[in-house]
């Protein structure tokens, strides 16, 4: 009896620890920049094989995220803790802060199930809006599949 429960309290405790270790582990630090005056709903597909080449600058992982807010990149999914990613607008290849009256609202990641090819794909969205816009925005995504969006 007594061996029985060291040997359960040894893989809760294996178990528990992998859990910590899992989800406390870095990841990259990320840089987001949107085209200039750009609101609405972004969506990041990961391991695209035909997606933009990574980028980095400084350690941190560069989307340069184009005008219909959907970018496709060869990254793999950006797992763990990371600090929150800095958003800019780009002008002319010039970074500028957005302005306040924008936000980043809905992060979220996972994997869609794609119609067309019956793949799973590694994704991450979130809604760059006034406040006012954001409930609209979120019900617009929940209902569009980021994995076949274009």
């Not at 040894?10 to 085209?35: A, C, K, N, Q, R």
């Not at 067309?116 to 929940?142: A, P």
């Amino acid at each position: 009896m007594k061996k029985g429960l060291i040997i359960l309290g040894s893989i809760v405790i294996l178990i528990v620890g992998y859990l910590f270790w899992y989800y406390t582990s870095s990841t990259d630090d990320e840089i987001h920049l949107l085209p200039k005056g750009f609101t609405g709903i972004v969506v990041i597909r990961f391991n695209a094989e035909n997606g933009k080449e990574k980028q980095y600058e400084d350690g941190k992982r560069v989307y340069e995220i184009p005008a219909n807010g959907i970018l496709d990149t060869k990254f793999e999914y950006n797992e763990g803790v990371a600090n929150f990613p800095e958003f800019y607008y780009l002008d002319k290849g010039k970074r500028i802060p957005i302005p306040s009256k924008y936000k980043i609202y809905s992060m979220q990641g996972g994997i869609a199930d794609s119609d067309i090819t019956n793949k799973g794909v590694d994704f991450e969205s979130y809604l760059l809006c006034e406040e006012k816009n954001q409930d609209s925005l979120f019900m617009v995504r929940e209902r569009m599949n980021v994995a076949d969006a274009k």
